[in-house]
């Protein structure tokens, strides 16, 4: 299989984050992607492919072209309003705030105005290589479509900065463009036919959920902890189907907390069904290793050997598939648990581990409670 990956996003290096008021560490970090290409690189299963730039077109299928052009200097304009080298907004357009008055436009004057119109958390930070490796992911995916479109069976887009919860006009959850969106709406054009996703991080996918809510021709179907206690909190509920057009091409399977292996493939099996009797002639997966047990922003209860049964399962769905990082924090296992997944998909021997510790953490990254140096 051949997978995909730059270097530019090593340019969105952010140290700190916020979680309900409290600064941490931040958890969506360049490593992760390092801890993957270096499982890969060493295994013959897997051949380097070229990342080709695909300019903006692309990404104005699926995102609102004034987020585009505003992120490009978002960073620059807000700089000054902060004292650290990350940007977060401290006001955003709350829908309530807003309620029974004429919408408004994005503001024009004050940058901290433009930052709350388009971001909707404090957890995703803004640096200056941002837009960069943003850019960056969204061709990294666009080139591993690009290889199934030419008849590759699968590809693996290492993505980074993930991409699932950008919505249409606003970014958020570690996210900023929609690397999954847009390689599926890429898919769509090139064949024609209905396109599915199918979302496995364990966080619900609201941006390619709202990106498709009304589309008929492209199906959304994801597993998830149960947003009555996990972020994103205000989507991924099993009555949300899609609307208009889009009825029924939106599914949503919310998981309790310490879902099994066994537990979470008996829903798949239900979640592939509804992919099979969709007709959809591709498929995009939004792959997060964030299910794993001992990931330590998350509450499933995956192992590696799970992994690599569900990346055989969904090979057996038999449709050309362009597989798109997502989640995934636990450092120390974030590597062999993406190539368990991949070579059970290409139906390879799950391979040796490698030495591994077995406390529920993220990796080499310190306490959250440990607040960086520079605060
Ligand atoms: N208090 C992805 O996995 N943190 N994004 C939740 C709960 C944000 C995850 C904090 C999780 C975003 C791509
Ligand atoms: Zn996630």
């Not at 290409?37 to 380097?48: E, I, K």
């Not at 104005?60 to 004034?66: G, L, S, T």
């Not at 993930?162 to 054009?189: D, K, Q, T, W």
Request: charged letters at 20%.
């Amino acid at each position: 299989m051949k997978w995909f990956c730059t270097q530019l996003h090593q340019l969105h290096d952010p140290s700190v984050e916020v979680w309900a008021g409290t600064p941490g560490p931040a958890t969506e970090v360049p490593a992760r992607v390092e801890m993957i290409a270096a499982a890969l690189d060493g295994d013959a299963a897997f051949t380097a492919g070229e990342v080709r730039e695909h300019g903006r077109d692309p990404i104005e299928q699926v995102h609102e072209p004034a987020l585009i052009r505003w992120l490009e200097s978002a960073w620059a304009e807000c700089r000054p309003h902060s004292a650290y080298p990350e940007i977060f907004p401290d006001t955003v357009r709350h829908a309530g705030m807003m309620e029974g008055l004429a919408d408004q436009a994005e503001p024009t004057s004050s940058p901290l105005a433009r930052l709350g119109y388009w971001c909707f958390d404090t957890m995703t930070p803004m640096v200056e290589g941002t837009y960069q490796a943003a850019r960056g992911a969204v061709d990294v995916a666009l080139s591993a479509t690009d290889a199934v479109l030419s008849g590759d069976r699968a590809a693996y887009a290492l993505c980074r900065p993930p991409g699932h919860h950008a919505a249409r006009s606003a970014i958020g959850g570690f996210c900023y463009f929609n690397n999954a969106a847009v390689a599926a709406s890429a898919m769509l054009e090139a064949s024609g036919g209905p396109v599915a996703i199918l979302d496995v991080d364990y966080h619900h996918g609201n941006g390619t959920q709202q990106i498709f809510y009304d589309r008929a021709e492209v199906l959304y179907v994801s597993l998830h902890g149960d947003p009555d206690r996990a972020f994103p909190y205000y989507t991924g509920r099993a009555a949300e189907t899609g609307t208009g057009k889009g009825s029924g091409a939106t599914r949503n399977f919310p998981l309790a907390a310490r879902c099994t292996d066994q537990e979470y493939l008996a829903v798949l099996e239900t979640a592939l069904d509804v992919i099979a009797a969709s007709g959809a002639a591709g498929l995009v997966v939004s792959l997060g290793l964030d299910t794993y047990e001992l990931d330590a922003i998350c509450d499933l209860g995956l192992t590696r050997d799970g992994f690599w049964r569900i990346g055989r399962r969904v090979e057996r769905l038999g449709l050309p598939t362009v597989i798109v990082q997502e989640g995934g924090y636990h450092l120390a296992h974030l590597g062999i648990n993406a190539r368990s997944w991949l070579r059970g998909f290409i139906g390879a021997e799950p391979g040796s581990a490698g030495p591994q510790r077995h406390e529920r953490s993220g990796g080499s990254l310190p306490p959250r409670h440990l607040l960086p140096q520079h605060l």
